[in-house]
């Protein structure tokens, strides 16, 4: 079992920087666990944003958030990071962070791939 706590949300101005954390706890050093973040705004399906593989050398990111937000990792730490960077209103909604066990290339690019989620942290972009 792994558990999953996000923090590092809040409320921002439009073209302002927020940095996620997500601090995995549980059966993380026998394995190797691919990470993600994913968002879910008001009325909306929760979708991807930014995934990790457990090398960190892999690294994915919905077109959206492209050349904005920077993923990162910190096994020693047993954390990933979100760096969210120039924020838009439309990146409001709450953020989850995702964990997949597989192999050390390997990523998460969809919520049916996640085997463990946060509880969640709110980032809300003021215009």
């Known amino acids: 079992q792994v558990q999953l706590v996000e923090s590092g949300g809040g409320l921002v101005q439009a073209g302002g920087s927020l940095r996620l954390s997500c601090a995995a706890s549980?059966?993380?050093?026998?394995?190797?666990?691919?990470m993600g973040w994913f968002r879910q705004a008001p009325g909306r399906e929760r979708e991807f944003v930014a995934t990790?593989?457990?090398?960190?050398?892999?690294?994915y990111g919905v077109d959206s958030v492209k050349g904005r937000f920077t993923i990162s990792r910190d096994n020693a730490k047993n954390t990933v990071y979100l760096q969210m960077n120039s924020l838009i209103p439309e990146d409001t909604a709450v953020y989850y962070c995702?964990?997949?066990?597989?192999?050390?290339?390997?990523?998460?690019?969809?919520?049916?791939?996640?085997?463990?989620w946060g509880q969640g942290t709110q980032v809300t972009v003021s215009s």
């Open positions: 549980g059966r993380t050093f026998s394995s190797s666990y691919a």
């Open positions: 990790i593989s457990w090398s960190g050398h892999s690294t």
């Open positions: 995702g964990a997949k066990r597989t192999t050390q290339t390997g990523v998460i690019l969809t919520t049916a791939g996640v085997d463990y």
